[in-house]
Structure formats: C-alpha cells, structure tokens
C-alpha cells in the first residue's frame, strides 16, 4: 500500500484547506484510514479516522466541528476538509492506513505534507 499526500499550505485563521491522500497498492486489505498530525516537539495525534466502507468516523476533540474526513473508494481518495483553522493547527499532517493480520496492526504512512495557520 502506498499514500501520497496533497493539498498542504500556508493559510491565514480562519481560513480553509483541503487535503488528500491517494492510495494504490492492495487496497482490499485496508480496514481504517485516518489523518494523524505532528507539531515541532510533540508526539503524532490522530486528528481523524474513517472505515473502510466510510460508515464510522472518529475526530480528535479539538477538530470536532471544524474538519470532516471522508473517501472515495472509487478514487482510492482520502480527503481531510479542514475549516475554521486555528494556528495550533499547524503541523505535518500524516495519511496513515492499517489493517490487522493475526491480531497484529500492520501500518502504512504518507510521507507527510505541513500546514502552517498564520495567526
């Protein structure tokens, strides 16, 4: 499975971003997808998280309200609507995609793709 993330930038409070996350590679396998985030000395969060068949989201409190992550499984098409940014919003944002085999969570990341929120 590969991810390849788009649409980070440089946006002013208040304003929105859309971000993507193309998927290829054995897609069948993939059970959740989500946007995790990174900001300059602090630990990888998850901001969102969507099933494979997008019935079941989960969002971090300080989204909620403000981002919505959704998918096209016929693109292979991950997106992150982003409304309403803060600048602690700032951060490398991360595609991840997992699956478990044996009980076991197997991993897949993008390589990232930063979104600075100017104050």
């Known amino acids: 499975v590969q991810l390849v993330e788009s649409g980070g930038g440089l946006v002013q409070a208040g304003g929105s971003l859309r971000l993507s996350c193309a998927v290829s590679?054995?897609?069948?396998?993939?059970?959740?997808m989500g946007w995790y985030r990174q900001a300059p000395g602090k630990q990888r969060e998850l901001v969102a998280a969507i099933t494979s068949g997008g019935g079941s989201t989960n969002y971090a409190d300080s989204v909620k309200g403000r981002f919505t992550i959704s998918r096209d499984n016929a693109k292979n098409t991950m997106y992150l609507q982003m409304n309403s940014l803060k600048p602690e919003d700032t951060a490398v944002y991360y595609c991840?995609?997992?699956?478990?085999?044996?009980?076991?969570?197997?991993?897949?990341w993008g390589q990232g793709t930063q979104v600075t929120v100017s104050s």
């Open positions: 991840n995609a997992f699956y478990y085999s044996n009980y076991v969570r197997v991993n897949y």
């Open positions: 590679g054995s897609t069948f396998s993939i059970d959740v």
